[in-house]
Structures are given as structure tokens and as C-alpha cells.
């Protein structure tokens, strides 16, 4: 949303610059409105360039895993390690793992449920932290 705000600004503040050439240079008011739409544009790309990084901070919250989730898991051919759909559920509320990771397996009491392979998470760029 923010972009498009920006990209009007833009596209106004070099519409009326080309207006300004042609005016007087005593011309106080044209002065003052390419001013403030300099200023309004420069507000709008501060307020957008935030966005981005509180995007990104959020971005790498989603993805991080946290240690105490991380388990054996038999998947019938071999046992490997990852993080149990449960335990992400009730440790980490903001980690929405990708579906192509999804396994079925068994845990070592022998239940059938669904997990994330540690292998494949890292690939995709999750990291692992300790809580």
C-alpha cells in the first residue's frame, strides 16, 4: 500500500516540477506546495522502509524453531531427527512449517503423528534456538 502512496508522490512531484519551470522563480505558493509534496514523499518512503524491516524481523521470528521440540522419529525405513507437529504447535506459535516437510511417522512411544524433518527445515531456512 505504502508503495503505491509512493509511487503517486512521485509521479506528482515530477508532474508539478515540470509545471515549475515554467513558472516565475518568485512564485511562493509553487514553492511551498513542491516543498510539502517533497516532504510528504519523504515521510512515505520512511514510513515503507520500516515496514520492510519489521517485515523481515517478523519474517525470522517465523523461522526459528525452538530446541526443546527436536525428536527421533521412525519412519518406517529409518529413524531421523525433527520437530513433532504438536510440540511446534504448543512452543512456537508463530512457525508455520512448509507442507512439502510434513512427514508421517512414529514417535518412541509408538503413536503415529506427523513431523518435520530437521534436514529439510534447515534447507529451507529455519534455524534452531534454544529456549
Known sequence: MFRSFTAL???????????????????????????????????????????????????????RLPEQCLRRFNSGRRAEYGFGERCLNNHAAQVTPPEHCARRGRNRRGNRVTYFPERCLLNDGYTVVSR
Open 9 to 63: 508522490a512521485l509521479g506528482a512531484a515530477l508532474a508539478v516540477t515540470g509545471f515549475a519551470s515554467q513558472a516565475r522563480a518568485g512564485n511562493d505558493d509553487l514553492t511551498k506546495a513542491l516543498i510539502g509534496l517533497a516532504v510528504i514523499g519523504g515521510i512515505a518512503v520512511a514510513i515503507d522502509n520500516r515496514n520492510d524491516r519489521r517485515d523481515a524481523r517478523r519474517e525470522a521470528a517465523r523461522k
